[in-house]
Structures are given as structure tokens and as C-alpha cells.
């Protein structure tokens, strides 16, 4: 899949919430300036021709974005926000009565809704505490063992996404008063089972994929620490590193690993993609004819970067044919025989024997929700066969691609969320989904102390790109505002889970296929 200028999208919404040089991704930014929320109506959304004709009204309803409502009216967001005198777009409200240039409506009746009844909270001891550059909602929650949910409560904040530095937020005590932060948060198994292996194992961190070839490393290595990221992936494209047998290039990876680690960032190796000497079939990707080659190159890697490359992913994706392909033909298309747990065995042992310390993370799958045995296998049935095949003694962390298309990191199958029209009929089109079933499969093979690494996921969105092509419609369903409070949403719902290791943003700087 590909998520069309995802690092400039990314950095767009930052911009409109921080107003500021780049800052977390894996929280969204406050706003530098406050801004006051004006108290939304009761009535339901409709639209109605104004007094002089010239257009309609539009009421807005609780999550809806200016993005959606434009594209509901053929509009532009610049369009409607001229249109109203909007000046940042990421700030309507429901209630917000818009007007809709050009257009005429029949007044449909609504209903307005009845009023919630809340219950009364028990009371409980607070403190202060002040929005400091860098904070989020999100964070500040977590700091002090609560939730978002909570602190908009004691704040009457309507929108998480909106704190401002200087801000001074009501949160929870210890009953004495004064405010408890909470420490760093660290996989805890669901199910009984083992206790994790916190000898080569990392709690729950951010993370972010970045592309290095061609770019300014400095100016990458901070915005990823701008970001507020604790980790960075790199695929290292064995074919790209080694083209000629026993000649690896390590100055190219060598300069990466310094930059990096002088800024403390841990790192995150997927290794993948064999060079043309290791293979008899050229035609896609997919592994060495002898494995044992392969064991030798992640070997050296691992050698050569003891105590600066925390973890490696053994390939990317190996249930689809276009990853793990022995095709001699365009008109044979096929699968290789050789099975990827005999791959991850030999790379596991070859790791093991000169870094012990490093993570050996299984190739994140892609969530294929099609099992046709000759594009792709399904993600659920590759995952079974792999702990079938003894994958609870080769990895210390199961990889993960729970892609979410269009559909918010909460939503579950398969009822279409507001404004999606495809990719949402099956169940591997969803975040959480994913990440249920795989947790299932692990506890079910008596592996619940290993933790589950998402060393991809994202949503992309095209609201300020061209239309995308047909296959990746579903980044049109998507506006700015919705990623970056998927985003946000789903680093802190895999606090919660409570058996993720690091998650890696899909992408820093660029397009992937």
C-alpha cells in the first residue's frame, strides 16, 4: 500500500496544532495559543436555504471534520473555509453552523437529540499542573496515571486535541495532594503466562520508519527526536549492502548508526531482500537459495553493531508472493518452497551467537484477508503455521502490520464508518482487529509472555495531495484531522492493550509501496 506524502501530511497537522517547528507525532501537539471552544448546540446536522438564496446551511455533528464536510458538498476545505472566514481549518465544532457556497437544500427534518444524563463521579483529590512545551493531552494522562477521557472531565475540555502551553489542568493526586506521575509504561502479558523476558525485551515505546538514501541525516536525526521518538527503523536492502559476495558495503549503514545513536535513538533493523548472487529467480524479491547466506550477513550486521542496533525484523511481509517469489516466469507466478521459520531459525541463532542481547523481532505480515496460496497466504493462517512450526523458540518479539486503512484504530468489523465506502469489509482492514487476533494466536500457543513489536501502521490521507489512484482510494476517506487522532489514538490504545513493545510510524520522509 502507499501513503501519498505521509512525512508532509504528518508535519502539515503538527503545524496546525503546535503553530510551531515540527513536534510529536506520537502525540499531538498543543496549540501555542489558547483557544476558546464555543458551546456546541443540541440539534442534529442539516442543511437549509439562507434567507438571500445564495447557498445553504450546514450544522455540524460531533466529529466531523471540515475535510469531510467539503467533500460531502464537492467542496474544497479552502473553499468552505473562505466561505465561513475560517482561518484554521482543524478548529470547527459540532453545532458550528456553516455556510455552503452554491448551494440550495431542501430543509430536512431532524431530531434533535435528547440530553445525556451523566453520573455523578465520586470525588476525588486533585492538583495542578502546567502545559509545558511538548505536552499532549495524551501524555500529561499518562503521566499521572489517568486518562484523556478523565482530564477532559476535570478541565471541561471538549476537544483533546487542543491544550496550550501555560495552561494550568486540574489532574489527579495520591490523595495527599500532590501529583504522581506515572513511570514508563512496560509490556504486561493479557493472559497468565510467563513473565516477559525483560532480559532482550523493551516495553512499549514510539517509534517511526525513516528513509535515509539521498537525505540530510542530520536534519532527519532531528525531526525524529523533534517527534519526541524513541525509535527508528531502517530496512537495510541486503541485495543494495552485499551486491557482490562477501563485499558489504558497512560505511553506507556505519554513518547511519553513528548518527543515530549520538542522538540516543535505539534502532530497529529490518533486514530483507537478497542480492541477485544468492538467488536463482530475479524477478521479485525472496530469500537465498542457501539460507544459511542469509544467516551470514545478518550475523555480520549483528557483529559489527553490538550494543547500537537494539533489534532486528528478519524480512518484510513473507506471505506475499511479491516478498518470498521463486517465479521464473510472469505467466508462472509461485511461491518459494523454502519455508520463512527455517529463515528466522538460522537468522535467530546466527544473531543470538554474537549480540545475546539483541531483539529478534518475526517479519511483520501484511493483513492480506485473502489466503489464494499464489498472491498471497492469509496473515491469520501464515502466523498459526509459523507457531506450528516451533516460533516461540526463534523470536523474542512477533512482528506486526496492523494497517487500518481508512477505519479508526477503536472501529472493529465490518460496519462502514461515516464517510468510508471500501476497505472495510473484512477484518484485516482494521488495527485493532489485527492486533486481537494475533494476541489470541499467541496466548493460544502458550507464548503470552512475548510481546507483540508493530513495526508498521499508519493512515494515510490525500486531502492535500492529487486524488489518488484507484487502489488506494481509501486515503481520500481520510482527512489531516482524522489521521493525526487515528495516530494519537492508536500509540495510546496500544498503551492499554498492554502486550505491545515499540510501534513504528509509517513514514518519516517519503512514499512506500
Not at 32 to 52: K, W
Not at 107 to 134: I, K, R
Not at 173 to 180: F, K, M, Q, R, S
Not at 196 to 201: E, H, K, L, M, R
Request: with cysteine; hydrophobic share 35%.
Amino acid at each position: 500500500m502507499r501513503y501519498p506524502r505521509f512525512a508532509a501530511i504528518v508535519i502539515t497537522v503538527l503545524c496546525i496544532f503546535a503553530l510551531a517547528s515540527v513536534a510529536s507525532a506520537s502525540r499531538i501537539p498543543v496549540s501555542l495559543q489558547p483557544a476558546t471552544t464555543p458551546e456546541p448546540v443540541t440539534s442534529g446536522s442539516t442543511t437549509s436555504t439562507s434567507a438571500n438564496g445564495s447557498g445553504a446551511t450546514y450544522v455540524v455533528k460531533q466529529g466531523e471534520t471540515l475535510f469531510k464536510i467539503a467533500t460531502h458538498f464537492n467542496l474544497t476545505t479552502k473553499q468552505l473555509a473562505e466561505a465561513n472566514g475560517i482561518t484554521n481549518p482543524a478548529l470547527i465544532y459540532a453545532g458550528q453552523i456553516l455556510k455552503i457556497p452554491g448551494a440550495s437544500f431542501a430543509n430536512p427534518t431532524t431530531v434533535a437529540p435528547s440530553p445525556t444524563t451523566q453520573p455523578t463521579a465520586v470525588p476525588q483529590a486533585t492538583g495542578t499542573y502546567t502545559v509545558q512545551v511538548g505536552d499532549t493531552l495524551y501524555k500529561i494522562a499518562v503521566r499521572f496515571k489517568t486518562t484523556t477521557t478523565k482530564l477532559m472531565s476535570l478541565n471541561n475540555i471538549t476537544n483533546a486535541n487542543i491544550v496550550y502551553i501555560g495552561q494550568v489542568l486540574k489532574v489527579p493526586t495520591d490523595g495527599t495532594g500532590a501529583p504522581v506521575p506515572t513511570p514508563v509504561p512496560t509490556i504486561q502479558s493479557g493472559q497468565p503466562a510467563a513473565p516477559p523476558a525483560t532480559q532482550v525485551g523493551y516495553g512499549f515505546d514510539y517509534g517511526i520508519e525513516a528513509f535515509t538514501t539521498g537525505q540530510d541525516l542530520s536534519t532527519i536525526t532531528g525531526q525524529i527526536s523533534q517527534l519526541g521518538m524513541h525509535w527508528v527503523k531502517q530496512t537495510i536492502y541486503w541485495r543494495d549492502i552485499e551486491p557482490v559476495r562477501g563485499q558489504i558495503d558497512f560505511a553506507t549503514i556505519d554513518e547511519i548508526v553513528n548518527r543515530f545513536t549520538s542522538a540516543n535513538l535505539k534502532i530497529l533493523f529490518t533486514v530483507t531482500s537478497s542480492p541477485a548472487w544468492s538467488r536463482s529467480y530475479i524477478l521479485e524479491n525472496g530469500p537465498s537459495d542457501n539460507l544459511a547466506d542469509y544467516g551470514t550477513f545478518v550475523a555480520a550486521l549483528a557483529q559489527r553493531y553490538a550494543g547500537r542496533v537494539q533489534a532486528y525484523e528478519i524480512w518484510n511481509e513473507p506471505n506475499l508472493r511479491s516478498q518470498w517469489s521463486c517465479t521464473e516466469s510472469t505467466d508462472k507466478p509461485s511461491f518459494c518452497k523454502a519455508k520463512y521459520s527455517d529463515l528466522l531459525s538460522i537468522a535467530y541463532k546466527a544473531i543470538k551467537g554474537v549480540d545475546a542481547k539483541a531483539v529478534v523481532v518475526s517479519a511483520g505480515l501484511a493483513p492480506t484477508g485473502y489466503n489464494d496460496g499464489v498472491n498471497a497466504v492469509d496473515d491469520r493462517i501464515f502466523l498459526t503455521s509459523l507457531y506450528a512450526d516451533g516460533l516461540a523458540n526463534m523470536s523474542d518479539a512477533i512482528g506486526a502490520h496492523p494497517l487500518g486503512w481508512a477505519n479508526p484504530p477503536d472501529s472493529s468489523c465490518c460496519s462502514a464508518p461515516e464517510g468510508v465506502t471500501t476497505h472495510f469489509e473484512n477484518p484485516s482492514f482494521y488495527f485493532r482487529n489485527t492486533l486481537d487476533v494475533y494476541r489470541k494466536i499467541i496466548v493460544d500457543n502458550k507464548d503470552g509472555s512475548t510481546p507483540i513489536w508493530i513495526t508498521k501502521f499508519g493512515w494515510g490521507s490525500s486531502e492535500d495531495t492529487s486524488a489518488p489512484e484507484k487502489n488506494n482510494i481509501f486515503v481520500s476517506y481520510t482527512s489531516l484531522d482524522e489521521q493525526a487522532t487515528y495516530i494519537s489514538r492508536a500509540f495510546e490504545l496500544a498503551t492499554e492493550l498492554g502486550f505491545i513493545g515499540p510501534m513504528f510510524l509509517s513514514n518519516l520522509n517519503g512514499c512506500q509501496a
